[in-house]
């Protein structure tokens, strides 16, 4: 708990990089806390301690871990306020993925401008449909058959795009 709030406290005075060693180190206290309480069934510390160290892995971006440890605060029969609460930490997981933004390389080679979508081709042959918010007829002149590098973010089930440049 200590490491905890003092990550918090550096999170808000803007020490970032301070905020995420405390954080961290309180991850890997709460994680062991949890994992001694892994086989039994002594609820609601187990539930609790899971959720807390599935939080501070999601501090951490530690996101694979922290999806490991919500399944397992689940596994283990938690009581239902505990159980909701780690269902909506891997629900708030799973939508700060989607939008966290990654990049797209290839070929832009279909554009179309009824739905504002283009298409880039890798060289593997994997055609992305992405949505261009505004700008496609400045895009498709600028970049068309061009190799480019898309930066996206998922929302839904479609990418919307952010930025594009030609690939270098």
Avoid at 35 to 63: H, V, W, Y
Avoid at 139 to 146: D, G, N, R, T
Wanted: proline fraction near 3%; charged fraction near 25%; hydrophobic fraction near 40%.
């Amino acid at each position: 708990m200590q490491y905890a709030q003092e990550g918090m406290i550096a999170h808000q005075t803007g020490q970032q990089e301070k905020a995420m060693l405390y954080y961290e180190k309180a991850f890997e206290l709460e994680k062991q806390a949890a994992m001694s309480f892994l086989e039994g069934d002594k609820q609601p510390t187990r539930a609790i301690l899971f959720r807390s160290a599935a939080s501070l892995a999601q501090k951490c971006n530690k996101i694979s871990e922290s999806q490991k440890l919500i399944t397992l605060g689940l596994a283990g029969n938690p009581p239902q306020e505990i159980a909701e609460e780690l269902r909506s930490l891997r629900k708030n997981i799973l939508a700060s993925r989607q939008k966290r933004p990654f990049s797209i390389r290839g070929f832009l080679r279909v554009a179309d401008s009824t739905k504002n979508i283009i298409q880039i081709i890798n060289d593997a042959g994997t055609i992305q449909k992405i949505v261009v918010p505004n700008g496609l007829s400045e895009i498709v002149k600028i970049f068309w058959e061009e190799e480019v590098s898309a930066t996206v973010v998922k929302e839904r089930h479609r990418m919307i795009l952010r930025e594009l440049n030609k690939a270098s």
